[in-house]
C-alpha cells in the first residue's frame, strides 16, 4: 500500500512542476485601429407648397429647403452647412437681393443665419424649434421655409448646398431652378380732377398720375380708361382712342404723347428691370381734350395701370 502511494505523490508533482513552465511563455500584444475623417455628403430638395419637388420659383411664394446630411463619423463630427442662391445672370447694377442670398447653420450652437441683402424682401422661417431630426448615429435633415424676394431676377439660377465637418472636409449637392417673372404695381394718387372744362378745349390733370411699379425682369406700364364716363345725372360722355374721333360729347386722353386708350390697354413705359426693392416711380400729368356740347355736370371714370413683361 505504501508504494502504492508514492508513485501517486509523484505523478502530481510532476504535473504541477510541468505547469508552471507553461505560464512563463505568455506575451502581451497591443492592438491599434486608426479611423481616417470621411468627407461628409448633402442631399438638397425644394419643395413646394405642397410637399413636392420644384424647379420653378415664384417670388412672394414659400418653399421648403430640406437638407438630408450624412457623416459616418458620426453626426458629432459636423460643422455647419451652407445654401446659397445664385444668379446665372451677369447683368450688373442691380440690388444684392436680386442675384444672390445665402444661409448658414452652425450645428454647435444650433442656430440658422440668413444673408438676404439690404432693405430685401426674401424671409426665412424655421419650422422647428431645434431645425434638426436625426435619423441615426450618422444621419440627419434640416428643414427651413423660404420666401423668395419680390426682384429676385427672373431667369435661371442655381441652388447649391454644402456641409463641412470640423476638418474642413466638405460634399455638395446643387438644383437648377428657374425664376419665374414677376411684377406689382401701386397707385401714388388716388384721384385726377380737370376743373372747369369748356367744350372743345384741353387741360391737363390737376396733379400727375403716379405710380410705383416693382419686378424682378424687364416690364411695361400698360394703360387703359373706362369708355363711358357719367354725371351725377346719368349723362355720358364717351372716350375715343385718337384725336381725329373728337366730336360731341366725347373726350380723349393722352399720358406722355401716348394715347391713353379705353378698354384696351396702351404702352406707356417700358423697362429693364429687375428695379429696386423699393420699386421705381412713374409720373407723368394726363393731357384731357373735350369734345363739343357735353351736358354740365360733373363726369366721373376710371383709368387703370397695369405691369406686365416685355
Request: cysteine-free.
Amino acid at each position: 500500500m505504501s508504494s502504492i502511494s508514492k508513485i501517486f505523490l509523484a505523478l502530481v508533482v510532476s504535473i504541477v512542476l510541468f505547469s508552471g513552465v507553461y505560464a512563463q511563455q505568455n506575451g502581451n500584444v497591443t492592438g491599434k485601429i486608426n479611423v481616417s475623417n470621411i468627407a461628409p455628403n448633402v442631399t438638397l430638395e425644394i419643395l413646394d407648397s405642397n410637399g413636392n419637388p420644384t424647379t420653378e420659383l415664384y417670388p412672394t411664394n414659400t418653399y421648403t429647403v430640406k437638407l438630408t446630411f450624412t457623416d459616418l463619423n458620426s453626426l458629432k463630427d459636423l460643422d455647419k452647412l451652407v445654401v446659397v442662391f445664385e444668379s446665372n445672370s451677369s447683368q450688373t447694377n442691380t440690388p444684392d437681393s436680386s442675384k444672390y442670398i445665402y444661409f448658414v447653420y452652425n450645428f454647435s450652437t444650433k442656430t440658422l443665419e440668413a444673408y438676404l441683402g439690404d432693405n430685401s424682401t426674401w424671409n426665412v422661417v424655421v419650422s422647428k424649434e431645434d431645425y434638426i431630426y436625426s435619423y441615426g448615429h450618422s444621419t440627419g435633415s434640416i428643414e427651413f421655409n423660404v420666401t423668395v424676394g419680390k426682384v429676385a431676377m427672373e431667369g435661371p439660377w442655381t441652388v447649391k448646398a454644402y456641409v463641412y465637418d470640423n476638418e474642413g472636409l466638405s460634399g455638395e449637392d446643387s438644383k437648377n431652378i428657374i425664376m419665374e417673372w414677376y411684377g406689382e404695381i401701386s397707385p401714388n394718387v388716388k384721384e385726377l380732377i380737370w376743373n372747369d372744362m369748356k367744350p372743345d378745349t384741353n387741360e391737363s390733370s390737376d396733379k400727375n398720375l403716379s405710380v410705383t411699379a416693382i419686378s424682378n425682369g424687364n416690364y411695361t406700364l400698360q394703360i387703359k380708361t373706362d369708355e363711358n364716363w357719367t354725371n351725377q345725372y346719368g349723362e355720358i360722355i364717351s372716350a375715343v382712342n385718337s384725336i381725329d374721333d373728337l366730336g360731341p360729347q366725347t373726350f380723349y386722353l393722352e399720358i406722355a404723347g401716348k394715347p391713353i386708350t379705353y378698354n384696351i390697354y396702351n404702352t406707356w413705359i417700358s423697362e429693364n428691370g429687375p428695379t429696386s426693392e423699393f420699386g421705381e416711380i412713374f409720373s407723368s400729368p394726363v393731357m384731357l381734350y373735350l369734345g363739343g356740347a357735353p351736358i354740365r355736370g360733373t363726369y366721373t371714370g376710371e383709368i387703370y395701370v397695369m405691369i406686365s413683361p416685355q
